[in-house]
T-cell receptor, first 116, second 113 residues
Framework: AQSVTQLDSQVPVFEEAPVELRCNYS??????LFWYVQYPNQGLQLLLK??????LVKGINGFEAEFNKSQTSFHLRKPSVHISDTAEYFC??????????????FGPGTSLSVIP | EAQVTQNPRYLITVTGKKLTVTCSQN?????MSWYRQDPGLGLRQIYY???????DKGDVPEGYKVSRKEKRNFPLILESPSPNQTSLYFC????????????FGPGTRLTVT
């Protein structure tokens, strides 16, 4: 069965410092990987996704993530955070079941707090 | 404006009283899905639909029903709500499946007493 682990439930970081939010998944088959962001009292929006090809994926708002198949990880990074990056971040996996990739598993989320 | 709408946004009800949460999208997306969000658990998929009349169970389908009679609508039905279904519910849609970006609605906060 698929599962997604986000190792840090809360990450405080000072403004303009770099940040890494960690995500590991458990799946024995081919996967698609996503990072979504949820700002307070809003729905989720896509930051970036990995389907195939280059393992380094760039997304919106200066975020990037690297897919590491051997370590089954998809960590999210940003070199310099802003106050506006304060939000909940969710890693998600869509793994192959038969011919379908339509079931999605989300991690428990990481709350990023940017300190002025 | 391309969007996913949900109604109602807030609902307080009592145990056992049937309710429906509506979800509608105007992007002509084939794929639609329902999630519940609970603290510390992230989002868990309840049901998803690949197209009209095609639905399948997610990870936590017990106590919920769905139907997909029209492409734009995907209502979530709780036939006999219980307090453990108190949660924040999100509807989402995407073009041709979960490998593409899902667009989320604003959420419905449900309280069952």
């Amino acid at each position: 069965a698929q599962s997604v682990t986000q190792l840090d439930s809360q990450v405080p970081v000072f403004e303009e410092a770099p940040v890494e939010l960690r995500c590991n998944y458990s799946s024995s088959v081919s996967v698609y990987l996503f990072w979504y962001v949820q700002y307070p009292n809003q729905g989720l929006q896509l930051l970036l996704k990995y389907l195939s090809g280059s393992t380094l994926v760039k997304g919106i708002n200066g975020f990037e993530a690297e897919f590491n198949k051997s370590q089954t990880s998809f960590h999210l990074r940003k070199p310099s955070v802003h106050i506006s990056d304060t939000a909940e971040y969710f890693c998600a996996v869509s793994a192959q079941e038969g011919t379908s990739y339509d079931k999605v598993i989300f991690g428990p989320g990481t709350s990023l707090s940017v300190i002025p | 404006e391309a969007q996913v709408t949900q109604n109602p946004r807030y609902l307080i009800t009592v145990t056992g009283k049937k309710l429906t949460v509506t979800c509608s999208q105007n992007m002509n997306h084939e794929y639609m899905s329902w999630y519940r969000q609970d603290p510390g658990l992230g989002l868990r998929q309840i049901y998803y639909s690949m197209n009209v009349e095609v639905t399948d169970k997610g990870d936590v389908p017990e106590g919920y029903k769905v139907s997909r009679k029209e492409k734009r609508n995907f209502p979530l039905i709780l036939e006999s709500p219980s307090p453990n279904q108190t949660s924040l519910y999100f509807c989402a849609s995407s073009f041709r499946g979960a490998r593409n970006e899902q667009y989320f609605g604003p959420g419905t906060r449900l309280t069952v007493t």
